[in-house]
């Protein structure tokens, strides 16, 4: 399936997402969509998935590093399902272990020299890069030799 592609990673205060390409091959960080309480902003959310022309979602599980669910996990899990409901699209969940930290290093050795940066734009870019970690992982697996480019 080809079309764009959203990506999102939860947090308590914010919602880190990345967008595809058309073609489905690349994944680019997107804005952080701010969250108060423990609602989620439902009309920012789809209007960014209308504005990209989604035609799928892909969330972070933020499943324990020993494979079991946590609380964290399960709202994940009820985000996707309500997800899906009110877009009308498919949404998949993917295995987001260790993204937050991948995207730390990632801007720290890609940004060495602004290591005194405001910390709440810091944490903006490690969810961004985050979102766009996890969407990469899952378009990658789309492709990968032996799964047929099935979804999952």
């Known amino acids: 399936m080809t ?5 999102f990673d939860l947090g308590e205060r914010r919602i880190g997402v990345a967008v ?3 073609s489905a091959t690349i994944a680019e960080g ?6 108060s309480g423990e609602s989620f902003p439902w009309r920012a959310i789809l209007a960014l998935l209308e504005e990209a022309d989604a035609v799928g979602a892909v969330v972070g ?18 985000f996707a399902r ?12 993917q295995d ?3 993204t937050t930290v991948e995207a730390q290093r990632i801007l720290i ?9 405001k910390r ?18 899952w378009l990658d697996g789309r492709s990968a030799p032996g799964t047929g480019g099935e979804e999952r």
Do not use: M
Not at 67 to 75: D, T
Not at 109 to 117: D, F, I, S, V
């Open 3 to 7: 079309g764009r592609f959203v990506g």
């Open 20 to 22: 595809s390409d058309p």
């Open 30 to 35: 997107r804005e952080t969509i701010e969250r």
């Open 61 to 78: 599980d933020p499943i324990h590093l020993n494979g079991s669910v946590g609380e964290r996990a399960r709202e994940a899990r009820d």
């Open 82 to 93: 309500e997800l899906e409901r009110r877009a009308g699209i498919p949404v998949v969940l």
């Open 96 to 98: 987001e272990r260790l």
């Open 109 to 117: 050795e890609t940004r060495p020299g602004r290591t005194k940066r």
């Open 120 to 137: 709440a734009r810091r944490v903006e870019d490690v969810d961004r890069v985050a979102a766009t970690i996890l969407l990469q992982a």
